[in-house]
């Protein structure tokens, strides 16, 4: 075999893999090496363009994926075996729901009907029926900010509260710790999805001001989206800067959205039962409901009626407890409370009153927190304005501690109150607790933060460009004139129930959609997180 012909058949050899050539070899040192043909560049490309075929696809998941979840809640194909099992608390989930949904309504009502502020009988003009107390709880938002302190309070304190009274103080710590650690991403990441929607809204010229100038929304800053997101950024941090002053009396307003002044509060607020939690961790527990009650008249009495409100939330979570320590039916002491019963044992250690029946002491129980709830709802259906010249609630402004009524924060004395004795009287009654544990008010529950977050974004546009469609200013009119618009006849209302139909469908779809898309995966990412980071102790 010739030279050519050998390297021919080395070459071929060599492309099939059976020959390898080495340093050694003729055609290295003649520079004629070819490298082995190895097919793994073609498998690269190949992958490659598996990839960029694949991307329609998952376009298309994506896409479907979020077009399925645009779809409400209620209107999802659920088991019907299914049943959700209702915890201990959940009438005071049901609670917090109807409340957010009252401050929905109020936020509304009050920019198409300003009249209703004012309380029944305060002047001539003012005698509307509903204007009356007892029905203006249905619209009476600012009493229901009081009832979402006093809840928080309770929900933040049951769990740490139940340990206390088991002894579990190591599980104790890593409860507290848990929640403090989870709270602000609880708290700040909705509010920061919701807020950077409005902001998109607002550059977009969106928003309106309402008449009256009550509503406190931004609008359009600058040219370019940067200049408004950059806006919003500096009040999102502001916002959420856990060591700023939270002073009540003068609030922190988030232009982009102004019913947040209340998540400052709330944060500073679980801090301040973190730390009384810790606190009174080892107290015993009467000497402990004993402190709480100090503390709750302590603050009040200096004008943080805020810390008060979660403050009352944790003292009423303690007297359930203890309720339920007492009750002879249950030999259980973490159990939540039996309060009839208990209260049934108080009334017949009364010295020298009638002995009465079972059926008469549940009767008598029964009335009384029936009653003590109705005057809850009196208190917390006081008018924004003019309460002092309104029927029923003259006496009330005349009898609050000189320190609320010379810094003008009458209503607050007797929100808090208000608020005290609904729950209170919730708690204490099964009767009462039914009307907060049916399906409408556990869903109420479930978005009641997102619908909180998101309402004024549909209120303050889509509302106020329908307002503004059907009222008649007259020349030269300002917000911050003292002329008053009137109704354009039944033009006004039927523009008015559009408006109810089209700003309540839309707050509460998308409030269920922010519910399920961002506020239950940011509490299971701050799980996540906390899961990732945290120091486990050896079994």
Not at 137 to 162: C, N, P, W
Not at 221 to 249: A, C, H
Not at 341 to 368: C, E, M, V, W, Y
Not at 448 to 474: C, D, N, Q
Request: glycine residues 6%; charged residues 15%; hydrophobic residues 45%.
């Amino acid at each position: 075999m010739t030279r050519g012909e050998d390297q021919a058949a080395l070459l071929l050899d060599e492309y099939h893999g059976r020959t390898e050539l080495t340093p050694d070899s003729e055609q290295f040192e003649e520079k004629e090496y070819l490298p082995p043909p190895t097919t793994e560049p073609r498998r690269t490309r190949r992958g490659l363009v598996d990839y960029i075929l694949v991307i329609p696809s998952l376009l298309r998941i994506a896409l479907f994926s979020f077009i399925h979840s645009l779809i409400p809640s209620f209107f999802r194909r659920l088991d019907p075996n299914a049943k959700a099992k209702l915890h201990p608390t959940a009438y005071l989930d049901g609670v917090r729901g109807v409340a957010a949904f009252i401050v929905f309504i109020y936020h509304f009502l009050s920019d198409w009907f300003p009249a209703l502020r004012y309380g029944y009988g305060s002047g001539p003009e003012y005698m509307n029926i509903l204007q009356m107390p007892f029905i203006r709880i249905f619209y009476q938002g600012r009493g229901m900010v009081t009832i979402f302190f006093i809840v928080s309070g309770y929900a933040l304190s049951y769990k740490a509260l139940r340990q206390m009274r088991a002894a579990q103080y190591s599980a104790l710590l890593d409860s507290l710790a848990s929640s403090t650690f989870r709270r602000g991403m609880r708290l700040f990441i909705p509010t920061t999805f919701t807020t950077f929607i409005s902001c998109l809204v607002a550059h977009r010229g969106w928003y309106r001001q309402d008449p009256l100038g009550h509503n406190l929304i931004i609008g359009r800053l600058g040219e370019t989206y940067y200049d408004q997101i950059k806006d919003w950024w500096r009040y999102t941090i502001g916002m959420s800067n856990p060591f700023g002053n939270v002073d009540i009396r003068s609030l922190f307003v988030q232009p982009y959205g102004s019913q947040l002044w209340t998540i400052p509060v709330e944060y500073r607020g679980s801090f301040v039962v973190f730390l009384t939690l810790l606190s009174l961790a080892k107290v015993h527990g009467s000497t402990r409901i004993t402190l709480l009650c100090g503390v709750v008249i302590y603050t009040m009495w200096m004008l943080h009626w805020d810390i008060s409100l979660f403050l009352m939330g944790t003292l009423l979570a303690d007297l359930g407890f203890a309720f339920a320590a007492h009750n002879t039916r249950s030999s259980d002491p973490t159990s939540q409370p039996d309060f009839l019963h208990r209260i049934s044992g108080l009334i017949d250690s009364i010295p020298r009153f009638p002995r009465l029946t079972d059926g008469q002491k549940s009767l008598f129980i029964s009335i009384a927190t029936k009653a003590t709830f109705l005057l809850g709802i009196f208190f917390l259906c006081y008018p924004d304005e003019q309460a002092d010249k309104s029927p029923g609630y003259i006496t009330l402004v005349q009898s609050v501690p000189k320190v609320y009524s010379d810094t003008g924060m009458i209503d607050k004395y007797w929100l808090c109150i208000g608020s005290f004795l609904l729950v209170g009287s919730v708690a204490c009654s099964p009767t009462l607790q039914r009307l907060f544990t049916t399906g409408l008010a556990q869903y109420l529950a479930r978005i009641s933060f997102a619908l909180y977050l998101v309402h004024p974004i549909f209120l303050h546009s889509i509302g106020m460009k329908m307002l503004y469609r059907v009222l008649e200013a007259p020349p030269g009119w300002t917000a911050q004139g003292d002329e008053k618009y009137q109704p354009t006849g039944w033009v006004y209302g039927v523009t008015f129930v559009q408006a109810v139909i089209l700003c309540t469908s839309l707050s509460i779809w998308f409030a269920d959609w922010v519910w399920r898309m961002v506020d239950a995966k940011a509490v299971n990412f701050a799980r996540y997180v906390s899961d990732c980071l945290w120091v486990r102790s050896d079994a």
